[in-house]
Structures are given as structure tokens and as C-alpha cells.
């Protein structure tokens, strides 16, 4: 069962332009929501991330907006650059059904590519 | 750099046969998470070790099992590998279990063929 959804798979934008990555969940037990970027042959690094207290978070160029009746999250990215390009990830921090740890459960991933 | 690193970076191993996987947590984290990540997709959570004691378990057979060390350091056995667990495996440490701050390492690319 996929608790975290995201779309789009795959999203090309020009440079400049505001990508938005979309998530889903379903788990209402959820209580911290990260974004994290992953390059090729790297670990996913944390970018930024909200709690569910609060309906928008800025960092930098990266924004999350988050509605928490909709169950669902986005991240904006503005004045998109070149090196932006990356895979995306949103995740959700929780109780693992049955698993009796807290941890993350992962969306798919949204691979970007900023063209010049 | 998260602090947090990995070894070996890459692998190959043939079916049937066992793997080590080893991470070293950043300083200070007593808590070590594993991922299993495939390609084209998000990690899934294999286990977790807090104190050198198995905290928690994702949906993952008794093949994979673990190991965390007085240096809060960690270990991912595989036995019995099978073409399916070809994929990146990534440790993250925190500083407690319920630490949503996570630090991942740069992960173990494993083929299995």
C-alpha cells in the first residue's frame, strides 16, 4: 500500500520557470513532511520541511505549501537553475504499520530537469 | 556532507550468496535507519537500530537482518540474495528514534546477478 503519492513522475522546465511537485497521503497520523533532492549516485539530501501546524514554508528559492484537510503537500522551486536538476521526493514521518518504529515513508519521486 | 558514510560504495554478488553493508552514523546519532532503494523509485524502510537493539521493521523478509555497534555504528546482512534486491541501500542516522531529522549516507549500489 502506497501511503504517499506523488506526481508528476517526470517534469522538464525552462530555466527561470517554477516547477511544482505534487504529494498525497493517506496516514493522518503523519506529523513532518520533508522534501528531500537526491542527485545520481548520491543519498537523498533534506531540503526542507513542514509540520502540519503550518500552511507554507520558504527557504531560499524552495517553497512548501501544505493543505492539511486535502492531505496533501507541494513543493514550489523559484527562479529555477540548471543545477536544480535532480530527482525529488517528498516523504511523511510516522508510525510504520506493524513495524513499531517512526520513520519515513517515501512518494516515488519526481525526476527534474531544468533546461538552460 | 551528512557525516554519515557507507561501505563499499559499489557491489556485486552473485544469487545465493550473502552481503555485509556498512555504515558509519554521524557523530553524536545514537539511531541508524536502512532503505532499500530500487531504481525508479523512493527508498523503502527496512529496519531500524536504536541503541543496538532492532526498534523497528519494515516489510522486509528475515534474510535481511542488522547488527548496530557500542559506536552506534551499523551493519545490513542479506543472505540468500535474490535478482530482486539489486538496488541502492541507504543508511540514515538521527539522533533519537523519534529524531525526524535524518542524515542519509551517499548508499551501496548492490547487483546481484
Known amino acids: 500500500q502506497q501511503q504517499v503519492k506523488q506526481s508528476p513522475q517526470s517534469l522538464i522546465v525552462q530555466k527561470g520557470g517554477i516547477p511544482i511537485i505534487n504529494c498525497a497521503y493517506e496516514n493522518t497520523a503523519f506529523d513532518y513532511f520533508p522534501w528531500y533532492q537526491q542527485f545520481p549516485g548520491k543519498g537523498p539530501a533534506l531540503l526542507i520541511a513542514i509540520r502540519p501546524d503550518v500552511s507554507e514554508k520558504k527557504e531560499g528559492r524552495f517553497t512548501i505549501s501544505f493543505n492539511k484537510s486535502a492531505k496533501q503537500f507541494s513543493l514550489h522551486i523559484m527562479d529555477s537553475q540548471p543545477g536544480d536538476s535532480a530527482t525529488y521526493f517528498c516523504?511523511?514521518?510516522?508510525?510504520?504499520?506493524?513495524?513499531?518504529?517512526?520513520?519515513?515513508?517515501f512518494g516515488k519521486g519526481t525526476h527534474l530537469i531544468i533546461q538552460p | 556532507e551528512t557525516g554519515v558514510t557507507q561501505s563499499p560504495t559499489h557491489l556485486i554478488k552473485t544469487r545465493g550468496q550473502q552481503v555485509t553493508l556498512r555504515c558509519s552514523s554521524q557523530s553524536g546519532h545514537n539511531t541508524v535507519s536502512w532503505y532499500q532503494q530500487a531504481l525508479g523509485q523512493g527508498p523503502q524502510f527496512i529496519f531500524q537500530y536504536y541503541r543496538e537493539e532492532e526498534n523497528g521493521r519494515g516489510n522486509f523478509p528475515p534474510r535481511f537482518s542488522g547488527l548496530q555497534f557500542p559506536n552506534y555504528s551499523s551493519e545490513l546482512n542479506v543472505n540468500a540474495l535474490e535478482l530482486d534486491d539489486s538496488a541502492l541501500y541507504l543508511c540514515?542516522?538521527?539522533?533519537?528514534?523519534?529524531?525526524?531529522?535524518?542524515?542519509f549516507g551517499q548508499g551501496t549500489r548492490l547487483t546481484v546477478v
Open positions: 540514515a542516522s538521527s539522533s533519537g528514534p523519534r529524531n525526524t531529522e535524518a542524515f
Open positions: 516523504a511523511a514521518w510516522g508510525r510504520y504499520s506493524g513495524g513499531g518504529a517512526d520513520g519515513l515513508t
